[in-house]
């Protein structure tokens, strides 16, 4: 590569079609490297291994080496590289396998990406998108497993996104690549497979600063994020078996908050429930709650409910892992609770627990 | 200048002696590399060259002689390392890098940042936190930017900077453009990961990075030989692929032909060099340190290496430096920090209103 211009994008196609979230995800990388010449992408294996999870399958074929570029499993240099190339005027997405690894990779994301800008004065923005795999549920236990977008959203400086839907694999990469600041996306890894139509053209230009109503409802917001979406949404389903019409908010965008989106959904339920596959102590839902219970204090007919993983190394064995996630049941319990008796008796099998316990349920 | 090279060494001594002592090979490290003629550039070894080096190296110790006064005085507050003893290095590297290229600094950044270019102005009112301070008072001593002059910053995380010069030199190499990103840091960041991830990926890659270790023998208050199973830093870093070779710290001369030599070569698609600088600060990691882990007659033998004397007392030897003209040097120094000092207590303070400025590049987004 000689130039840096910048060239049309390709033209969608002009029918919705049936995609897998990580073909989107595909696509939304291809189109940024053929639009244009400062994008490159770089991690482990996303070239001649087609990238851990299949997603930039290909990509090296048609970019070439450069473009797609195979790193060492050095965490620390590769991300830092995509720092600096983003500082020289690059528009690099590094990938890192998992939100595990990038631990190693703390130190230059919290004190360089997300600082720089800061730290120089204004000087120096750092136009830097970074996408790593989160979240469990495939039995790879608890070295692979976590969901620390929560220690993300933490950081002043980075905007972080959880796209959960096939649409926002697709189109969220874009937006995030023209952001002057550093972006972390975070891919959900029981999202991949995950199926949904794209709509026809134009393509919507994914906005990165609300969150979406996935499902409207009048009785309980349910608000989550990522690969915590799709249990919302069979939780609403089964609610409304019962005849409770659960509203699913998802956030898209875990920094910044959309406050008014989820606030305004609150206002109108005057419940929710917060569904989190973090941690629940000092978790992203943990911060969700104290800001409805700071703005929407009158609002709320119910103390808000959290559904979070319980605290423990998410481990290796079926049930234990089911046990330790949030599950469709738990959402649906703690919709009741905060329903109340009156509204929708609980039956003892759906596993409803006290609030503050620990497990997912 | 010659246009034969001196061999590629590891074998400078790292203990106080002749400025001019033990230039010996010591094994042959450094890999194969191209030999182009050097440019024959005779301004730069003129006396007017020289005397500039004394200039400068000048320059950052008197700043930084003025800014431990004004730290006594609570004008300067925070931690702050100072350069005293390494000026050389700083110097004679930025001498021998153009306008163009990068640099990629640590928390003790003065020198680095003076030698760049940064007016003298700008970084002392940064040490005071005021708005017109080249981070506008955000980074304080160790965090010293200035993008127009491409000098990225004062890190303060030891090693944290290596891979954003590796980056830097990425994009430069992406786009073909024949540019040196050199990088500062220190001994002690050969015990940190990032160096090694940093060294074997811009390797593996050629890039073209100028790797500069100022090895002052201590991190902090760790001696190497307490820090690092082999001392042979040179010859550590050769083992990732690049050129790599020691050179005396304390002598600026040596260390801007070793710069201008190393950085030619990386332009030239060389690859990264790594330059081993073995040098020594004179005073304690930071106003904070008693001090306490160095032998006092140490510190005194190494003093009498001092580079600033030791050109010095060269260029009185060839005849090129007068008393006067050293006085000179001297009044216009102290003219210069006089009214960077003045400039800086004079200067606005960046008002709290402005506090979440620059967390992001909108602004509006700094919501949390």
Known sequence: ?361 | MSTTRTPRTTGISHTPGPAHGARGASGGTAPARSRRPARDDPARRSAAHRAALLESMLGVRRFEERCVELYSAARIRGFMHLYIGEEAVATGVCAALTEDDAVVSTYRDHGHALARGIPAEAVMAEMFGRATGCSRGRGGSMHLFDASRRFYGGNAIVAGGLPLAAGLALADRMTSRSRVTCCFFGDGAFAEGEFHETANLAALWRLPVLFVCENNLYAMGTALARHQARTDLALRAAGYGMAAWAVDGMDVLAVEEAARSAAESVRGGGGPHFLEMRTYRFRAHSMYDPDRYRDKAEIARWKERDPIDALAVRLRADGTLTDRAFAGMERRVAGGIDRAVAAAEAAPEEPPEDLLTYVTSSGEASRP
């Open chain 1, 1 to 361: 590569m000689t130039a840096v211009t910048a060239r049309p994008a390709t033209v969608p196609p002009a029918t919705a079609s049936r995609t897998t979230y990580r073909e989107a995800m595909r696509e939304a990388l291809r189109e940024a490297l053929r639009a244009d010449d400062r994008v490159f992408l770089m991690g482990e294996d996303v070239g001649r291994y087609g990238g851990c999870f299949g997603v930039s399958l290909g990509l090296l074929e048609e970019f070439g080496p450069e473009r797609v570029r195979d790193a060492p499993l050095s965490e620390s240099a590769f991300v830092g590289a995509g720092i600096g190339a983003a500082l020289a005027g690059m528009r690099p997405v590094v990938e890192i396998m998992t939100v595990n690894f990038s631990l190693l990779a703390l130190d230059q994301i919290l004190n360089n990406a997300a600082t720089l800008l800061h730290m120089s004065g204004g000087q120096l923005p750092v136009p830097l998108v970074v996408r790593m795999t989160t979240g469990a549920g495939r039995q790879l236990a608890a070295q692979h497993s976590h969901s620390l977008e929560g220690w993300y959203a933490h950081i002043p400086g980075l905007r972080v996104l959880a796209p959960a839907t096939v649409a926002d694999a697709r189109h969220m990469l874009a937006p995030a690549l023209a952001d002057p600041d550093p972006v972390i996306i975070f891919e959900h890894g029981a999202l991949y497979g995950t199926s949904g139509d794209l709509p026809a053209d134009p393509a919507p230009a994914a906005d990165l600063d609300h969150a979406a109503v996935r499902r409207p409802g009048t009785d309980v917001s349910l608000v989550t994020y990522g690969g915590s979406l799709p249990k919302a949404l069979a939780a609403a389903d089964a609610l409304a078996e019962h005849g409770v019409s659960a509203e699913v908010v998802d956030l898209r965008t875990l920094r910044p908050l959309d406050d008014a989106t989820v606030g305004g959904s609150v206002a109108r339920t005057h419940r929710a429930v917060v569904v989190d596959e973090g941690w629940r102590t000092g978790s992203l839902s943990a911060e969700i709650s104290a800001r409805l219970t700071e703005r929407h204090f009158y609002d709320l007919d119910a103390p808000v409910e959290r559904v979070c993983s319980a605290e423990v190394p998410v481990p290796y064995a079926h049930r234990l892992e089911e046990a330790a996630l949030p599950q469709v049941a738990g959402i649906v319990a703690a919709a009741r609770r905060t329903l109340g008796p009156d509204v929708l008796p609980a039956p003892g099998a759906d596993g409803a627990q006290a609030p503050g316990a620990g497990g997912a349920g």
